[in-house]
């Protein structure tokens, strides 16, 4: 790849590692609270707000597009967390389901009945990361930097919320109101993060990195590091084979995500054979005595 294909692409690359940085993080969450689809769900709602707003004339690129798309964003929100219906024990899950599947329906109704829909179509669902300019990745930078302060100040509740939201209710924390800041502060990386990378991407981003790390740790920060190593290479990888085999940026990602997440699950087992041996030996050093060594 010569420079002036990297000078291109630095734009791209650039907003790609960001997305990756916040979405390994959320992605814990969302992994933890078992609300896989949440993601999936917010971003079509907001593609729906999108819709709406192009629906009306709005430029796609326009201002008035964000800001309809982070206003239905914030409902989804409030959805999430004050509807739980947990005294009909009906799963969250199944919420959020219905929600994605409603808004994936009124999207295509939407833009139905506006002209070119299958681009709009196409452009939410795998987005077109390559045309982001450096405005637009200064500016999702710092609205990151903002809402990953913010998580960082009160991680404590959100991770209280994320692993024993039972727990925490019973030692007096409001959960449905920290769980409508979480999902507020989701939705607005959502939104954001949809506008320049689509709907299947910020997925990948949010989940197969979470999942990748708990393949080989079960403590917060290791997932988290692996999280973050995962999401920097894939996306790497997937612009340079994007631009080597002329392929769609945002589907080559997606699909490099899989193969990798496939690949890490392949050498898993080797790592837990490794990790049982040197459970074994260890207590064997342990009871020999001083000065012993191995025949």
């Not at 896989?36 to 729906?48: E, G, K, R, T």
């Not at 920060?221 to 612009?239: C, D, F, K, N």
């Not at 080597?244 to 990602?253: K, R």
Request: charged fraction near 10%; proline fraction near 3%; include cysteine.
């Amino acid at each position: 790849m010569d420079w002036a294909i990297l000078q291109f692409l630095a734009p791209a690359i650039t907003a790609s590692l960001i997305i990756a940085g916040i979405h390994a993080y959320l992605g814990l969450h969302v992994v933890e609270r078992g609300v896989i689809f949440v993601d999936l769900s917010l971003a079509q709602i907001a593609s729906l707000g999108a819709a709406i707003a192009v629906w009306r004339g709005d430029d796609p690129q326009s201002a008035a597009v964000y800001w309809m798309s982070l206003a239905f964003t914030l409902i989804g929100a409030a959805i999430f967390a004050f509807v739980k219906g947990h005294k009909a024990r009906i799963p969250q899950e199944a919420i959020i389901g219905i929600s994605y599947a409603v808004a994936s329906a009124a999207v295509i109704l939407t833009l139905s009945m506006v002209t070119g829909e299958a681009e709009h179509l196409r452009d939410m669902l795998v987005g077109n990361i390559l045309a982001v300019q450096w405005a637009e990745v200064w500016l999702t930078g710092a609205i990151y930097l903002v809402i990953g302060l913010f998580h960082f100040v009160f991680r404590r509740r959100f991770l209280e919320i994320s692993i024993d939201a039972e727990a925490a209710a019973a030692g007096g924390m409001s959960v449905r109101f920290w769980d409508f800041l979480f999902y507020a502060s989701f939705g607005f990386v959502v939104t954001r993060s949809v506008a320049i990378a689509g709907v299947l991407l910020v997925f990948c981003y949010l989940i197969v990195p979470s999942v990748g790390g708990m393949l080989f740790s079960r403590n917060i920060g290791p997932r988290l590091a692996i999280g973050w190593v995962m999401g920097t290479v894939v996306s790497m990888l997937g612009m340079y084979f994007s631009v080597e085999f002329d392929l769609p940026t945002g589907a080559t990602i997606v699909c490099t995500f899989g193969v990798a997440l496939a690949a890490m699950a392949a050498v898993r087992p080797l790592f837990r054979l490794q990790a049982h041996g040197a459970a074994r030996v260890a207590p064997t050093e342990a009871r020999r005595p001083a000065g012993q060594v191995n025949p």
